[in-house]
């Protein structure tokens, strides 16, 4: 008997609990159904909104939801691409977009548009990718950038502090490895030479190093036919018709054989920045194989390998 009342008094404040328990879950649940309403669209601050857009990469911008706005590209634009059914209109006229967002008339007002709308511009070789807030603010102009900013600001970082010989060396190395940074602008082109006799010599491509004045061009050196082996040095590469300015020469093998190929770089100095000094000695050449800088040991690795036994092989 007193272990049953002992019982009851322990379970009474569990079971008052469960009870008031049960009671709040279906306050909470009855509370829960009811409808919560959305806030009003979130404009970012006003200091995020850029007038000037680089390349792909999406771009939140504002434009004026009662005025004209322009977008202007320093290249031709191609063409300009948006949601109509969000009452947005684009008329190209050469170099410039001129963007209109729909205004409404309801009753006695107007009601203009508040919903963000995306825009894509090709200009040039570019797409340009934007979502345009509109507000009632005047009409806003809106350029486009080449990108080539951002890759001068890049390599001036990357070069920062670095003698005038050690840039050469450095770019030299980078594409003699395939490690290439995405600030460099390579174009891929084949141009071939017939100013030597033994050998023939073809451009494969140029790396520019905007920001620095500097210019690499890679060509192909291989033996014409009937020329059993030649041995070449970078003297015999100072040419105008390689390099209007050439400040460097490296060569990847200087002794040719039947069948061989050599990789040849060039590395002219552009005329924005032929006010720097040349380099010290009779002759503008560069050979990475003797740099105290060692390349990461990754992409590129089996060319640094070679690069550096390929002077005991030219001896043979």
């Given at each position: 008997?007193?272990?049953?009342?002992?019982?009851?008094?322990?379970?009474?404040?569990?079971?008052?609990?469960?009870?008031?328990?049960?009671?709040?879950?279906?306050?909470?649940?009855?509370?829960?159904?009811?409808?919560?309403?959305?806030?009003?669209?979130?404009?970012?601050?006003?200091?995020?909104?850029?007038?000037?857009?680089?390349?792909?990469?999406?771009?939140?911008?504002?434009?004026?939801?009662?005025?004209?706005?322009?977008?202007?590209?320093?290249?031709?634009?191609?063409?300009?691409?948006?949601?109509?059914?969000?009452?947005?209109?684009?008329?190209?006229?050469?170099?410039?977009?001129f963007v209109k967002?729909?205004?409404?008339?309801?009753?006695?007002?107007?009601?203009?548009?508040?919903?963000?709308?995306?825009?894509?511009?090709?200009?040039?070789?570019?797409?340009?990718?934007?979502?345009?807030?509109?507000?009632?603010?005047?009409?806003?102009?809106?350029?486009?950038?080449?990108?080539?900013?951002?890759?001068?600001?890049?390599?001036?970082?990357?070069?920062?502090?670095?003698?005038?010989?050690?840039?050469?060396?450095?770019?030299?190395?980078?594409?003699?490895?395939?490690?290439?940074?995405?600030?460099?602008?390579?174009?891929?082109?084949?141009?071939?030479?017939?100013?030597?006799?033994?050998?023939?010599?073809?451009?494969?491509?140029?790396?520019?190093?905007?920001?620095?004045?500097?210019?690499?061009?890679?060509?192909?050196?291989?033996?014409?036919?009937?020329?059993?082996?030649?041995?070449?040095?970078?003297?015999m590469f100072i040419?105008?018709?390689?390099?209007?300015?050439?400040?460097?020469?490296?060569?990847?093998?200087?002794?040719?054989?039947?069948?061989?190929?050599?990789?040849?770089?060039?590395?002219?100095?552009?005329?924005?920045?032929?006010?720097?000094?040349?380099?010290?000695?009779?002759?503008?050449?560069?050979?990475?194989?003797?740099?105290?800088?060692?390349?990461?040991?990754?992409?590129?690795?089996?060319?640094?390998?070679?690069?550096?036994?390929?002077?005991?092989?030219?001896?043979?």
């Amino acid at each position: 008997m007193h272990k049953v009342a002992f019982l009851v008094a322990v379970m009474a404040p569990m079971m008052a609990f469960a009870a008031d328990h049960g009671k709040t879950e279906q306050t909470i649940k009855q509370r829960s159904v009811a409808p919560v309403e959305k806030p009003a669209e979130q404009f970012p601050p006003e200091g995020e909104f850029p007038v000037v857009v680089p390349p792909e990469v999406t771009t939140t911008i504002r434009l004026s939801s009662s005025d004209l706005n322009r977008i202007s590209c320093p290249a031709e634009i191609k063409e300009a691409l948006t949601s109509t059914e969000k009452g947005v209109t684009i008329k190209i006229t050469g170099k410039d977009a001129f963007v209109k967002f729909k205004v409404t008339k309801r009753g006695d007002k107007m009601v203009y548009s508040s919903t963000p709308t995306e825009v894509y511009v090709v200009c040039g070789d570019e797409t340009y990718s934007m979502i345009a807030f509109p507000q009632r603010i005047p009409s806003q102009t809106i350029r486009l950038s080449s990108g080539k900013e951002k890759k001068i600001k890049e390599n001036i970082s990357l070069y920062s502090g670095l003698p005038f010989e050690k840039k050469l060396l450095k770019v030299i190395r980078e594409v003699f490895t395939e490690q290439i940074p995405d600030s460099y602008t390579v174009t891929r082109e084949v141009k071939r030479f017939d100013a030597y006799k033994e050998i023939r010599v073809t451009l494969r491509r140029t790396v520019d190093i905007e920001g620095e004045g500097l210019r690499v061009k890679e060509y192909e050196v291989a033996l014409k036919e009937g020329i059993p082996q030649f041995k070449m040095n970078e003297k015999m590469f100072i040419r105008t018709e390689l390099a209007e300015n050439p400040v460097a020469v490296s060569l990847e093998r200087h002794l040719l054989r039947g069948g061989d190929t050599s990789r040849l770089f060039v590395v002219e100095q552009r005329a924005a920045r032929q006010g720097m000094k040349r380099l010290d000695g009779e002759l503008p050449v560069m050979d990475p194989r003797h740099s105290e800088a060692h390349p990461p040991q990754k992409k590129g690795q089996e060319h640094e390998a070679g690069f550096k036994g390929q002077e005991a092989d030219d001896e043979k």
